[in-house]
C-alpha cells in the first residue's frame, strides 16, 4: 500500500523554489521565468496525490488521513484488479486496460543499424465521454437525464 507523506513538497508558492519559476533578485519575486511558463496560464498545477486526498475528505467531510487510506485501498484494488483481470472500467469516468505493444524493428538514424524492440506490457486509459465533456475549461458536468412522465389524460383508465 501507498502512503502520503506529511511535507510541504507539493507546495509551490515559496520565493526562490526551484520549480515555482519565481526568485528573489531584486527583493521582489518575479512570476512565470521558468521554462514551462506559458502553460501554466493554460492550465492551474498538476494535481497530486495529496491534492486528491484533501478533495476527498471535504467531499466526504472525514478527516484527510482516513480519505487517504480510502484512496490507497482504491487504487490498490484498481491495481490488484489490473493484474488479475486486465480491464477495469468505472462509468462516467474511464477504463483502464492492460495491452502488451508489439515488438518492431527500427532503423537507427545515425548509424542505419536495424534495431529490435521487444514487446511492452502497459496500461491505457481511455477517458469516458462524460469525463471528457465535464472536464472541458468553460463547461459544467453534463445535466441529468430527464425522466419522462407520461401525461395524465393518455393513462389508462379501467
Keep these: 500500500m501507498t502512503r502520503l507523506s ?12 526551484p520549480k515555482s519559476g519565481t526568485h528573489a533578485a531584486g527583493g ?5 521565468t521558468g521554462p514551462d511558463a506559458a502553460g501554466k496560464d493554460a492550465f492551474a498545477r498538476q ?33 490488484e484488479l489490473l493484474r488479475s483481470r486486465g480491464k477495469v472500467a468505472v462509468k462516467g469516468f474511464g477504463t483502464f486496460e492492460r495491452k502488451i505493444r508489439k515488438g518492431r524493428a527500427y532503423k537507427h538514424p ?23 465533456v465535464s472536464t472541458r475549461t468553460g463547461t459544467g458536468p453534463r445535466p441529468a437525464k430527464k425522466k419522462i412522465t407520461p401525461p395524465d389524460d393518455i393513462l389508462f383508465q379501467g
Aim: charged share 25%.
Design 6 to 17: 506529511n511535507d510541504n513538497s507539493d507546495v509551490d508558492n515559496k520565493v526562490g523554489h
Design 47 to 79: 494535481a497530486n496525490k495529496g491534492i486528491l486526498a484533501d478533495a476527498v475528505a471535504a467531499e466526504l467531510n472525514v478527516p484527510r488521513r482516513t480519505a487517504a487510506r480510502v484512496l490507497d485501498a482504491v487504487l490498490d484494488a484498481v491495481q
Design 28 to 32: 521582489g519575486a518575479v512570476k512565470g
Design 110 to 132: 545515425l548509424s542505419g543499424k536495424s534495431i529490435e524492440v521487444a514487446d511492452k506490457e502497459t496500461i491505457l486509459f481511455k477517458p469516458s465521454d462524460q469525463l471528457i
